[in-house]
């Protein structure tokens, strides 16, 4: 797994939100962006930390960020999961997982002594010029906005 770190240029990248829009890294250009990767929509843990940044999506927006969410969901998963909770931002659909591998975040896993691939839950901070300010490994999922928020 060959996960972007701080100081990492993102690669261009582009997919299809909840929406069935196009997106791309191009979109956010001069903009702060928070790209969190999670492992499967409407799941406990998915759902936590989604609706997390979205109880906080205000506070996060007065700090200059925009919010991308993906998972290697179904355009129809993304919209049904989105929909349900009312997500104020995009998730990305990214069943070929082209985002996924840009940021490098899909890889080996453990659960329940079962080993498989997966998606690494992890937050990347992108500032203006589109390079990687900081990465969150850690995913508290109750209370990720406060790990986004805090320097």
């Keep these: 797994m060959n996960t972007l770190k701080a100081g990492d240029k993102v690669p261009a990248f582009s997919g299809v939100t909840d929406k069935g829009e196009p997106i791309s890294l191009d979109d956010y250009k001069g903009k702060k962006l928070v790209v969190f990767f999670y492992p499967k929509a409407s799941t406990p843990g998915c759902t936590a930390e989604a609706c997390n940044l979205r109880d906080n999506y205000k506070d996060l927006q007065d700090k200059g960020y925009e919010l991308l969410g993906v998972s290697a969901d179904s355009v129809k998963r993304q919209s049904n999961f989105s929909t349900k909770y009312e997500f104020p931002f995009p998730l990305v659909a990214d069943e070929e997982k082209e985002v996924i591998n840009a940021?490098?975040?899909w890889g080996p896993k453990k659960f329940m002594g079962r080993?498989?691939?997966g998606i690494h839950r992890m937050t990347f901070i992108v500032n203006e010029e589109?390079?990687?300010?900081?990465?969150i490994a850690k995913v508290k999922t109750k209370d990720h906005a406060a790990q986004?928020?805090?320097d």
């Design 148 to 150: 986004i928020l805090e």
């Design 130 to 135: 589109g390079v990687v300010d900081r990465v």
């Design 115 to 117: 080993e498989y691939d």
């Design 103 to 105: 940021f490098g975040v």
